[in-house]
């Protein structure tokens, strides 16, 4: 079993900047993969950005440029750098781990990964 729990959400004008983190406990395999996802109400959740044991990341084009996503192994912590924030990025963000490498390998759909965490809200006003 994996935990995960978001922190660092919040309110901020446009243009501002969040970092989020996710502090994951538990076994994970030597090749896994981490995301962060959001939803709006009323909406799909959505796949921000993903990166895996390798180092490799993978981002939505809504996104690029603008936010980055970092793993610190040794902390187990998983990061979403948030810059030049947008009200459209207004949603509930959650951290996700999937430990069935080949399964979950740059994806940004939602179903590829089994843990979750509870989510955290940014509010990015204009």
């Known amino acids: 079993q994996v935990q995960l729990v978001e922190s660092g959400g919040g309110s901020v004008q446009a243009g501002g900047s969040l970092t989020l983190s996710c502090a994951a406990s538990?076994?994970?395999?030597?090749?896994?993969?981490m995301a962060w996802f959001r939803q709006v109400p009323g909406k799909e959740r959505e796949g921000v950005a993903t990166?895996?044991?390798?180092?490799?990341?993978s981002y939505a084009d809504s996104v690029k440029g603008r936010f980055a996503i970092s793993h610190d192994s040794a902390k187990n912590t998983l990061y979403l750098q948030m810059n030049s924030l947008k009200p459209e990025d207004t949603a509930v963000y959650y951290c996700?781990?999937?430990?069935?490498?080949?399964?979950?390998?740059?994806?940004?759909?939602?179903?590829?990964?089994?843990?979750w965490g509870q989510g955290t809200q940014v509010t990015v006003s204009s």
């Open positions: 996700a781990a999937e430990r069935t490498y080949r399964r979950c390998v740059s994806s940004l759909y939602p179903n590829n990964y089994s843990y």
């Open positions: 538990g076994y994970l395999t030597s090749s896994y993969c």
């Open positions: 990166i895996d044991s390798t180092g490799v990341s």
